[in-house]
């Protein structure tokens, strides 16, 4: 089983600063990373996907990915206490041939 | 549009009991999966299928059995309920095993 890896926080930051989250993977040949935010007793839900090298920015997110470090992220600009959840990082490992494989996850506690 | 459901969202069982928890989807997806997650643990696969007849075991299958006769439908059977059973259960589904998953509501199981 391939890891992948999170530190689980939590993670606090005052309102207004940059949230950065961040993933390790251990399969060199993934393709696919996913960031799902999940809020206490609710489900997984997507917030960002990125295939290629490079930033990838949507709104307040932005999800960086470095295939040779095995490293993608996620930076959360101009938190808000809304932003407080558990951030799920997921990858798609054996080149596409594997469903998900889910780290444990980060929680973000935003400090009004 | 729906998405994913399941039912139920909660369910106590005793010991040895049996329960089927039912998914549906209507995205006309191909592949569903079946998730457990346990209390600050990420998500781990049970089974998936990757269209309907066809199923395969993920991470922690032992304790539990799927079918797949019909696109739309997903359901995961607990036959002989055991305490370790006890975690919150998430459905999802996707286009193809390398692009996002949608998930269900979650149903939180019990076993005592």
């Known amino acids: 089983q391939k890891e992948v890896e999170q530190n689980s926080g939590p993670l606090s930051v005052p309102e207004g600063a940059i949230a950065s989250l961040n993933c390790t993977y251990s399969d060199r040949v993934s393709q696919s990373f996913f960031w799902y935010r999940q809020y206490s007793g609710k489900s997984p839900e997507l917030i960002m996907s990125i295939y290629s090298n490079g930033d990838k920015e949507d709104g307040r997110f932005t999800a960086q990915l470095n295939k040779a470090s095995q490293y993608v992220s996620l930076l959360i600009r101009d938190s808000q206490p809304s932003d407080s959840a558990t951030y799920l990082c997921a990858v798609n490992e054996d080149s596409g041939n594997t469903p998900l494989v889910f780290g444990k996850g980060t929680r973000l506690s935003v400090i009004a | 549009n729906a998405g994913v459901t399941q039912t139920p969202k909660f369910r106590i069982l005793k010991i040895g009991q049996s329960m089927t928890l039912q998914c549906t989807q209507d995205m006309n997806h191909n592949y569903m999966y079946w998730y457990r997650q346990d209390p600050g643990m990420g998500l781990k696969l049970i089974y998936y299928s990757v269209g309907a007849g066809i199923t395969d075991k993920g991470e922690v299958p032992n304790g539990y059995n799927v079918s797949r006769s019909t696109t739309e439908d997903f359901p995961l059977r607990l036959e002989l309920a055991a305490p370790s059973q006890t975690s919150v259960y998430f459905c999802?589904?996707?286009?193809?095993?390398?692009?996002?998953?949608?998930f269900g509501q979650g149903t939180r199981l019990t076993v005592v």
């Open positions: 999802a589904s996707s286009r193809r095993l390398n692009t996002e998953a949608f």
